[in-house]
C-alpha cells in the first residue's frame, strides 16, 4: 500500500506514534511517505500555521495515494485537500478538552467547532483509548475505532545498564500545565526520595533516569494513554499516577501500578511515600505491569491489527 503520514511533528506523543508506525509499515514492504510541513515559530500560532501550510501542501501535491492518514486535529486539513482513496484522522485524548485546559474559553469555543467540523471529512477516525471512543461518541456522536500505540520494545535494548538511585522518583513529561507537573512540585517537599524532572531530554536520556528510578509519578489532569507508564511497565519501574483519561485502561489499582484521584496532592505524596518503603508491592506491580505491557502494546501485537484496519478500509 502506498501511505501519506501527516503529523505537525514525528516526535513526541501522536508524532511519536506516527513516526513509528511509518517505520512499521515500511519495513513490512509498504510505501510511506510523511509530509513536512514548514510551521511559524510564534507561541499558539505553530498549529494553526501548519494547518494553512498544510492544506497548501495537499493542494499542490499531484501524488495520488491508497490511504491519507492524518494525525491529530490540525493536520485534518492537508488530510482533506490530499489524494487518497481512504482518509484517515487519528486523535489521542479529546482535542477540545486539551486546548481548553491550556488556552482561553474563546479558542477553546473555536477548537470546539473546528473538531465537530473536520471529524466529518476522513472515511475513518482512530483513537489510542476507550475512554477517548466512548467520550467522543457521547459528546459528537462520532465512531471512533480503538488502535493503541504500542512501544518498540527493540529501542530499549539501546539504554543498557545504568545504576539504580534508591528512594529516586522521577517525572517524565512536557512541563505543563495538563500534566500537572505544578502538583508534584508543591508535594516535593514531602516525599522521601529525590524527585528528577525529565522535560527536555532525548528520549535516550530519559529512558536510562526512568530506568535508574525507583518510582515513576504521572499527576497530569488530562491524558489519553500515555506512553510513559508503558515505557515504565516495559522497564519495571513501579507507576503512581492521576486517574485520568485513559489511564485506568493501564493500571488496574494495586494490580499493575497506584492510582489517586487528580488533584489530590495529600494523596499523591501519601501513596508515593507509601511505595517507597513497601519493595513487596514494588515486585508485585513490576512482575504485573510488565506481562501486561509485553502481551498488550508491542507492535507484534498491534501491527498486525493496523494492517487489518487499512486492509478493510480500502475494501469498503
Known sequence: MKFLFISPRFSGGIGGHAAMLAEQLQNSGHDVTKMKTPHIPIK????????????????????????????????SFAMRFSKGKKKVLSIHGIFSDQVKALHSETISTIASNVESKVMKWPDKLTTDSKISQIEYKKKLDFDFECLPSPIDIKMFEKIGDVEKKEKQIVYLGRDSYEKGIDILR??????????????????????????????????????????????????????????????????????????????????????????????KMQSKLISNAYEFVTKNFTWDVILPKYAKFYENLLSD
Do not use: Q
Open 44 to 75: 499558539n500560532l505553530k498549529n494553526p500555521s501548519f494547518a494553512v501550510f498544510g492544506a497548501l501542501m495537499g493542494i499542490i501535491n499531484r501524488e495520488n495515494y491508497d490511504i491519507v492518514h492524518a494525525f491529530n486535529i490540525p493536520s
Open 186 to 279: 508543591r508535594i516535593e517537599s514531602k516525599l522521601n526520595g529525590k524527585v528528577v524532572y525529565c522535560v527536555n531530554l532525548s528520549w535516550l536520556d530519559a529512558m536510562k533516569i526512568l530506568k535508574s528510578s525507583t518510582i515513576l509519578v504521572v499527576p497530569s489532569r488530562i491524558e489519553s494513554l500515555p506512553t510513559v507508564i508503558k515505557e515504565a511497565f516495559y522497564l519495571k519501574i513501579p507507576v503512581v499516577s492521576t486517574s485520568v483519561g485513559g489511564i485506568p485502561e493501564l493500571i488496574d489499582n494495586g494490580k499493575t501500578g497506584i492510582l489517586v484521584d487528580t488533584e489530590n496532592s495529600e494523596m499523591l505524596s501519601s501513596k508515593i511515600n507509601e511505595l517507597l518503603e513497601d519493595t
